[in-house]
Each structure stands twice: as structure tokens, then as C-alpha cells.
């Protein structure tokens, strides 16, 4: 059940992440509508504990896809990334260099620009190098290549 419930999250996130990216009409009834699903599905996730470390992996990613992604706030978004970041940093090292790891890694990047973080992303991508990237592994390195080009934390660009 839970399984199913990150998995929902993560392509409702995934959705609203890239929302008009292929050129698409965006209507804003469906905006706000995802915009209001994502953020209370991850809101309710928030407080669960996964009881395998690629259950908690995929949890994190999703809620900081999630969080991202949404414009709602209730007050507490920054603490509950600042949070999730910190059950991030736990599980890193005991996840194998996979797609999932380097999806955290790059996740975990665009809140905190820790360039260890970076290096440890490009990493698993270079083991990528002579084969097809699937699709996901695709929007990785893109939207990781779009962090190394803009390199500023939303709350310096804000203030």
C-alpha cells in the first residue's frame, strides 16, 4: 500500500515538475488543482516510515520532487525539506550507485548545492557512458545539468 502511495506521489510530482515543459497548454484549474494533490499527498506521506532503505529512498525522492515542485506552503515546507534532507543523508551511503541513488543525489543537490552531493551524482552517470539512457535516467542528467548552469538556491534569488 505504501509502495503505491510514493509511487502516486512521485508521478503526480513528475507531472507538475515538468508541466508545460514539451510545450503544452497549461490550464490553471489543472495546475492549481495538482498543484493542491501534490502538496497534500505529501503532506500526508511526510510522517510515514518506510520499512526498507529503497522504500525510504523512493519516499524522499518523491517528497522532495513533491515540495518542490508545489507553490503551497503551509508555513513548515522549509523544515519538513530540512527534514527529509536529514533522512536523506542517513540512507545515502547504504544505497547501492543506482538510478534511484542518483535521483536522491540530485534532489538533495537542488536544496543545498553541496558539491559533494554533485560529484557523487555524476558518479553513477558516468557508469551510464556507452549504452541508451532510459528516460528517466535522461531527465537526471538534464535537470541535474540545469542546477550546474544556474547554480543559486531559490531563497538567494528571492531575497
Same mark, same amino acid.
Given at each position: 500500500?505504501? #509502495?503505491?502511495?510514493?509511487? *502516486? $506521489?512521485?508521478?503526480? #510530482? !513528475?507531472?507538475? @515538475? ?6 503544452? =497548454?497549461?490550464?490553471?484549474? !489543472? @495546475?492549481?488543482?495538482? &498543484?493542491?494533490? %501534490? @502538496?497534500?499527498? #505529501? &503532506? ?23 515540495? &518542490? ?22 540512507? $545515502?551511503?547504504?544505497?547501492? /550507485? ?13 536544496? %543545498? @548545492? ?6 557523487? #551524482?555524476?558518479?553513477?552517470? &558516468?557508469?551510464? %557512458?556507452?549504452?541508451?539512457? *532510459?528516460?528517466?535516467?535522461?531527465? *537526471? %542528467? ?8 544556474? =547554480?543559486? =538556491?531559490?531563497?538567494?534569488? /528571492?531575497?
Amino acid at each position: 500500500m505504501l #509502495a503505491s502511495e510514493i509511487s *502516486t $506521489l512521485y508521478a503526480l #510530482a !513528475h507531472e507538475l @515538475f515538468y508541466l508545460g515543459v514539451d510545450d503544452s =497548454p497549461i490550464y490553471s484549474d !489543472h @495546475f492549481t488543482a495538482l &498543484n493542491r494533490e %501534490v @502538496f497534500h499527498r #505529501a &503532506n500526508i506521506l511526510f510522517h510515514h516510515k518506510p520499512s526498507t532503505i529503497d522504500e525510504e529512498a523512493s519516499l524522499c525522492l518523491s517528497l522532495l520532487m513533491g515540495y &518542490n515542485a508545489t507553490l503551497y506552503d503551509d508555513g513548515d515546507k522549509q523544515e519538513r525539506i530540512h527534514e527529509i534532507l536529514e533522512r536523506c543523508w542517513k540512507i $545515502l551511503d547504504y544505497l547501492p /550507485a543506482s538510478l534511484l541513488k542518483c535521483q536522491l543525489l540530485v534532489a538533495g543537490y537542488a536544496e %543545498v @548545492f553541496d558539491r559533494n552531493l554533485l560529484d557523487q #551524482a555524476h558518479a553513477i552517470i &558516468n557508469t551510464w %557512458v556507452g549504452r541508451e539512457w *532510459t528516460d528517466t535516467e535522461r531527465e *537526471t %542528467v538534464e535537470y541535474l545539468k540545469s542546477l550546474e548552469e544556474n =547554480p543559486y =538556491p531559490h531563497w538567494e534569488i /528571492a531575497d
